[in-house]
C-alpha cells in the first residue's frame, strides 16, 4: 500500500492567513463582493484549524474595510455588537445600500416636430 506524504499544515494555512490578513477593500467597490471573499477565506482557515476566533475574524474584516466605513466601524464597536460573520457583512451591505446614493434616474421626452 503506497503511502502519502502529507503537507504540513503551516504550509497551507501560511498563505490562507496571509491572503485574510492582507486583504484590502478597495474605495468605491462592492462590500458585497468583498464580504464574499473574507466568508470565503474565513471557511478556509476554519477548514485548515488555524485556531481564530469569531472577534478575530470580525476585527480583522473591519480593519479590511475602506475610511468611507469608518462611521460603521466607531458604532459597531462603540456599541459593543456581538455578531456572526454573515451578520456583520449583511448589516455592512445595509450601510452601503443607505450611506452610497446612486444618481437620480433622468427622464426625457422626446417631441417630435
Do not use: W
Amino acid at each position: 500500500m503506497k503511502e502519502e506524504n502529507p503537507v504540513p499544515d503551516r504550509h497551507i494555512r501560511y498563505p490562507a492567513t496571509t491572503a485574510f490578513f492582507g486583504t484590502k477593500m478597495a474605495e468605491g467597490s462592492s462590500v458585497y463582493s468583498h464580504g464574499i471573499k473574507m466568508l470565503s477565506l474565513v471557511k478556509k482557515l476554519e477548514d485548515l484549524k488555524a485556531g481564530l476566533d469569531n472577534d478575530t475574524y470580525i476585527d480583522v474584516i473591519l480593519q479590511s474595510l475602506p475610511p468611507s466605513n469608518d462611521p460603521f466601524i466607531i458604532n459597531y464597536n462603540m456599541n459593543g455588537l456581538e455578531k456572526s460573520i454573515n451578520e456583520l457583512i449583511n448589516m455592512l451591505v445595509q450601510y452601503e445600500a443607505t450611506t452610497h446614493r446612486s444618481a437620480p434616474a433622468v427622464t426625457c421626452s422626446c417631441v417630435n416636430t
